[in-house]
């Protein structure tokens, strides 16, 4: 089949592309910059380059691409990942705008399958109880009005997805060896930087990219249109729990902890995420999908990021 991926350069959308090209398809990678287009066609893919919020050329080179299916995996967060309220804002236009432009060019290529990447924090923010199913009603105000924006913009992407019967993928928090957020996590731990905060508290689904890859294939072959399918690991963890599991493998010095109340002024983001529960079930992904995690829980995830013994 031949498959359009807007977002081909990016953590997911690389190991994706890599995938639909393994199993034969013709894949064209959509990227902002011309710098990465060797990176994409290293892959066996195709590339076009074009600017998501840019609705003329994206529709331009979508046409030319004339793919049966497209995946919308776009981001733009810093490679650090996000901890302040500045760092969410490009990411919300995004989400926005840039899944209109998706959802325009696709049906003016007369595209027959649309997939798209959403995120647990569409159920919301704070401390939301008991395991979240595809069925759960997102939260409609967040607890922190800095969030509001980004819950927003994320009803909205899947609103538009939704409704010419695509198919949205509400991921967990990447991890693995591909995602950046990890080396600078681990520099910090190595400068007994304070990564934790304190009270602790809240849960989160994560899951590791190579799976997260997996499943986004598996959407793209069985998945229904019209739904929405969370895809994340088998165990949620704290935020805490995870930087310690990260840090006992890479062999780093114990994790500092800082109140909360000392860094929520210039970290808010940072502060809120971590307090937060969003336990989101696996169930249907595993049903409907016929997928299962690799790594089921960030234990056995984080071996891959292991430092070779000396």
């Known amino acids: 089949m031949n498959v359009f991926v807007a977002g081909g350069s990016g953590v997911l959308g690389s190991s994706v592309v890599r995938l639909l090209v393994e199993q034969g398809h013709v894949v064209t990678g959509l990227t902002s910059r011309e710098s990465k287009r060797g990176a994409i066609e290293r892959l066996g893919a195709r590339t076009a380059v074009a600017d998501a919020l840019d609705a003329g050329a994206l529709r331009r080179v979508v046409a030319e691409a004339e793919p049966e299916a497209m995946l919308s995996l776009l981001t733009r967060l810093p490679r650090r990942g996000p901890m302040t309220v500045r760092d969410l804002k490009p990411n919300v236009v995004l989400f926005?705008?840039?899944?209109?432009?998706?959802?325009?060019?696709?049906?003016?290529?007369?595209?027959?399958?649309?997939?798209?990447?959403?995120?647990?924090?569409?159920?919301?923010?704070?401390?939301?109880?008991?395991?979240?199913?595809?069925?759960?009603?997102?939260?409609?105000?967040?607890?922190?009005?800095?969030?509001?924006s980004s819950l927003d913009g994320l009803r909205d992407?899947?609103?538009?997805?939704?409704?010419?019967?695509?198919?949205?993928l509400r991921y967990g928090l990447f991890y693995g060896s591909a995602a950046g957020h990890m080396a600078t996590m681990e520099t910090m731990l190595r400068r007994r930087v304070p990564v934790i905060f304190s009270?602790?508290?809240?849960?989160?689904?994560?899951?590791?990219?190579?799976?997260?890859?997996?499943?986004?294939?598996?959407?793209?072959?069985?998945?229904?249109?019209?739904?929405?399918?969370?895809?994340?690991?088998?165990?949620?963890?704290?935020?805490?729990?995870?930087v310690r599991e990260f840090a006992s493998v890479i062999d780093a010095p114990s994790p500092r902890s800082i109140p909360r109340a000392l860094m929520r002024p210039f970290m808010r983001y940072a502060a809120l995420f971590s307090a937060t529960s969003v336990r989101a079930s696996n169930a249907k992904a595993k049903?409907?999908?016929?997928?299962?995690?690799?790594?089921?829980?960030?234990?056995?995830?984080?071996?891959?990021?292991?430092r070779p013994a000396a």
């Open 96 to 148: 926005s705008k840039g899944t209109a432009n998706v959802v325009a060019a696709a049906k003016a290529a007369g595209v027959g399958r649309l997939i798209a990447q959403s995120i647990i924090f569409r159920y919301g923010y704070g401390d939301l109880p008991g395991i979240l199913t595809e069925e759960t009603l997102p939260q409609a105000r967040a607890p922190a009005r800095f969030a509001q």
């Open 157 to 168: 992407l899947e609103h538009m997805v939704l409704a010419v019967d695509g198919i949205v």
């Open 199 to 242: 009270p602790e508290r809240g849960a989160l689904s994560w899951i590791h990219v190579d799976d997260a890859a997996s499943a986004t294939v598996a959407a793209f072959e069985r998945g229904k249109p019209g739904e929405v399918y969370n895809v994340v690991d088998d165990e949620p963890v704290s935020f805490a729990d995870f």
């Open 287 to 306: 049903r409907e999908l016929g997928w299962s995690a690799r790594y089921p829980t960030i234990t056995e995830g984080m071996k891959e990021l292991a």
